[in-house]
């Protein structure tokens, strides 16, 4: 889920499995996430650059590149689908959670292997309290996109707010493994750690 809320094919391209270590593949083996749309089954140059140089524990300017990567992942190919986007996340920012739910319907419909579509309707219905739906839209999510680390980052806070704390821990390493930098992960695991008599999972 988006934490702001609370969320051209290219010659050389990469298959998405290269970039899932093993802490994320194994965590989308756990929750047994649909395959992947053949359509999103590669990654541009730039957002493979853009993860190698997230990945990095000591890179500075990672806000930088944090935003760069939200703004590719937020670019649907479809000047409508764009569109409903935009306006499902201002009605977010108005606290209607209703009518962004509304409108990321009608961007699934219309863009239905576009991940950030299930992306912005699970930070929506969480808004609403159906937690359920949430869960299922943030595993779209990653079924299409296993790099998002805000999908796995938003997982982990919803499992850890259902005492699920060993899947909660599974989600955050996994985001952690993709973006090693954010303070709010980090201290979730260290929570974790203590509550779990520090056995890493």
Request: aromatic share 8%; proline share 3%.
């Amino acid at each position: 889920m988006d934490s702001r809320i609370k969320c051209a094919t290219l010659p050389n391209m990469i298959t998405r499995t290269a970039f899932l270590n093993p802490v994320v593949a194994a965590f989308a083996g756990f929750f047994m996430l649909a395959p992947a749309q053949a359509s999103d089954l590669r990654l541009s140059d730039e957002v493979a650059s853009l993860l190698e140089q997230l990945r990095d524990p000591d890179l500075e300017g990672w806000h930088r590149i944090e935003r760069q990567l939200v703004r590719q992942w937020s670019r649907s190919g479809s000047a409508s689908a764009d569109l409903l986007l935009q306006r499902g996340r201002d009605a977010l920012r108005r606290g209607d959670s209703a009518a962004a739910i509304e409108h990321f319907t009608a961007l699934i419909d219309h863009a239905p292997d576009f991940a950030e579509g299930y992306h912005a309707r699970a930070t929506a219905w969480f808004m609403d309290g159906k937690v359920g739906r949430s869960i299922a839209d943030l595993q779209e999510t990653l079924s299409r996109n296993p790099h998002h680390f805000s999908a796995l980052t938003g997982l982990g806070r919803i499992f850890e707010d259902l005492s699920e704390f060993d899947r909660a821990q599974k989600a955050y390493l996994a985001a952690e493994a993709i973006h090693p930098h954010r303070n709010d992960v980090k201290a979730a695991l260290e929570r974790l750690e203590r509550r779990l008599g520090g056995i890493t999972l």
